[in-house]
């Protein structure tokens, strides 16, 4: 009889198996074969997912995206009054653990080849409009902008902060850990707030 595979859980195996591979050897290092060799299949069977590495590549970013994504809007979803909501789903964006630092890790190398490959491009540039809206919604929250304050370009300046959190905490964890990434965001937010 034959064994029934579930084919997205089988392509989110290999793209994490890529993610591992990235973060080991880089992105020239995730060949094909390497992948295979990483996840546990052969190149035919992973070239069944994957035709090309840039296939793996164009799939393993978009699994970030997809991953970060879903966190934030679990937060930004969850009913009732809640004061903290904002900065809660922006630090889902922020490699504050071992999941989103690895998320974050593959993001940012995939971002470098982005330059050159027109697909992750496109995901990069998808990714920037929805941190940059996101920004924006915490920032319409009631009271979390002082009044005269341009809420376009404070939206700009957070996306700003966010990527300056996320850069630093993934390329020396030790200088800024989750606590103090954490208590950055939180008084950048603070000091746009509207304290009557």
Same mark, same amino acid.
């Given at each position: ?111 470098? !080849?982005?330059?050159? $490959? @027109?697909? +992750?491009? &496109?995901? #990069? ?6 941190? =940059? /809206? %996101?920004? *924006? ?8 902008? !002082?009044?005269?304050? $341009? @809420?376009? +370009?404070? &939206?700009? #300046? ?6 300056? =959190? /996320? %850069?630093? *905490? ?27």
């Amino acid at each position: 009889m034959p064994r029934t595979v579930d084919a997205e859980a089988r392509r989110r195996e290999i793209a994490e198996a890529v993610w591992r591979v990235v973060r080991r050897d880089g992105v020239p290092g995730a060949s094909v074969r390497a992948v295979a060799r990483e996840a546990g299949t052969s190149m035919g069977s992973l070239r069944h997912w994957f035709a090309t590495q840039d296939d793996l590549l164009v799939f393993a970013m978009t699994l970030v995206q997809e991953r970060a994504r879903a966190r934030v809007l679990a937060v930004v979803s969850a009913a009732g009054p809640d004061t903290t909501r904002g900065l809660r789903a922006l630090e889902e964006v922020l490699p504050l653990d071992d999941e989103r630092r690895a998320e974050t890790e593959v993001w940012l190398a995939l971002t470098a !080849r982005a330059l050159v $490959d @027109p697909r +992750l491009a &496109a995901l #990069r540039d998808g990714s920037a409009e929805d941190l =940059l /809206a %996101l920004c *924006a919604l915490v920032l319409r929250e009631p009271g979390a902008l !002082r009044p005269g304050l $341009d @809420p376009a +370009l404070e &939206a700009e #300046r957070l996306y700003a902060v966010l990527d300056g =959190l /996320a %850069l630093h *905490a993934a390329t020396r964890p030790a200088a800024l850990p989750a606590d103090r990434a954490r208590e950055v965001l939180a008084a950048h937010l603070g000091s746009l707030r509207d304290t009557r």
